[in-house]
């Protein structure tokens, strides 16, 4: 019963205050207490007249910070416009929210969007503050939604929108992350037979006096080299995967020609088109519903594209549409879109429905991925199976070879 009520005992935690003393004067400082009420009710006893109170963050090294995910966002979108539809103020709706929330780390941040807010910033300026967590393109629609009146509308259009563009990411990683993750294994086996098992045969082997198959020599030799060089070996793969990705995240050009690359791929690149394609569609589809003006869409969307070949395509899109050209044709120009997403486009136009049918095209290369990726893990099965038994069973015949030879000369 005693430790049962000592877990009901809620812990002191620091809280920043804001207010004015008995002589007016405007205070600040820190605070500890259990809850911000009882802040108040203590700052009061001492002359305090407080206009906020708020707990402070703990950015402590010793603090376990949990990552803040897509679906954390999704999730706070997706709530934030339940609230709103079904009446609950802004600033009450955040506390609601945050305490329905699991990750601390994005409890934290909503709290800190609350105090903004409470602090007479908008809800699009708040979000502003943390570009790490919330793109350009999301703070643009949300200030489009706060001007038009239709916030809780727009809340859940991004929820939407994150939620798809992450089902998209999710597959185009299911179609690499699988053979990677065999490769990788097929690497550590192997290294793992040729640093520890083949030493074993060649002591073996040195016994026997007489000259092994070319075949054994050659697995030999390259076991020999691993095991004598094998620190060096791993750090030059290491040395170049650092510069890999240190040159994509630095390097334009780089990363650029790696983007040209990708598309070119056998497979491969027909996904990240289609993916790209998707991508694009649907967050033009998005951004032009929300009343987001069209070339400042093409904008967001060439961001968003994650592709520099797209990025500069839908740049020249924009520029020819801001002269007065029609999108259709500003597309077909650029030869790098699909010409069902071109026909598409075109009939959204005619018809006055740009958005609907953007939002199908997106829809129609979202199906295409997830086929192409079906497709892609079953074909590479088999690949796999064959590249791991090329690799392992070498092995094994290079080492028993030479005892099979011997077998037959007895």
Wanted: charge should be positive.
């Amino acid at each position: 019963m005693a430790k049962a009520a000592q877990a009901k005992i809620v812990k002191n935690a620091t809280f920043m205050y804001e207010g004015t003393d008995s002589r007016g004067t405007k205070v600040k400082g820190e605070y500890s207490g259990k809850t911000p009420a009882l802040v108040k009710s203590e700052l009061r006893k001492q002359g305090i007249k407080t206009t906020k109170v708020r707990k402070k963050l703990d950015f402590s090294l010793g603090s376990s910070k949990k990552k803040i995910t897509t679906m954390d966002l999704t999730i706070f979108m997706r709530q934030m416009a339940t609230m709103m539809k079904a009446g609950v103020p802004l600033v009450q709706s955040f506390d609601i929210v945050a305490e329905g929330l699991d990750n601390p780390s994005m409890r934290e941040v909503v709290l800190g969007i609350k105090y903004d807010v409470e602090g007479g910033n908008n809800f699009a300026s708040a979000l502003k503050k943390y570009p790490m967590h919330f793109e350009e393109l999301v703070c643009s629609l949300v200030d489009a939604g706060e001007q038009s009146g239709a916030l809780e509308t727009m809340l859940d259009r991004i929820a939407i929108y994150k939620e798809k563009s992450e089902a998209l990411k999710q597959k185009v990683k299911k179609a690499l992350k699988y053979p990677i993750s065999v490769v990788c294994v097929a690497i550590v086996v192997t290294g793992i037979l040729l640093i520890k098992v083949v030493p074993v045969f060649k002591d073996l082997f040195d016994s026997f006096g007489a000259e092994l198959p070319a075949f054994t020599q050659f697995v030999i030799g390259i076991s020999e080299t691993i095991t004598a060089s094998w620190i060096y070996i791993l750090l030059c793969g290491a040395g170049i995967f650092v510069a890999f990705a240190e040159g994509k995240k630095r390097s334009p050009a780089f990363a650029g020609a790696l983007d040209k690359l990708s598309l070119r791929l056998p497979i491969v690149g027909d996904i990240a088109l289609k993916a790209t394609v998707a991508r694009f569609s649907r967050t033009l589809s998005t951004t032009f519903a929300a009343g987001v003006p069209l070339i400042e869409a093409l904008e967001a969307c060439a961001s968003a594209s994650g592709n520099i070949v797209y990025k500069e395509a839908i740049l020249r899109v924009r520029d020819d549409v801001s002269t007065g050209q029609q999108l259709q044709f500003a597309m077909r120009a650029t030869g790098v879109f699909p010409n069902m997403a071109l026909q598409m486009v075109a009939i959204g136009e005619e018809s006055g429905a740009l958005d609907s049918m953007l939002d199908k095209v997106a829809t129609y290369y979202e199906d295409e991925v997830d086929n192409a990726v079906d497709g892609l893990t079953s074909m590479m099965e088999p690949l796999i199976m064959s590249v791991l038994g090329v690799l392992i069973g070498g092995l094994i015949i290079a080492m028993y070879l030479p005892i099979f030879q011997l077998g037959n000369v007895v």
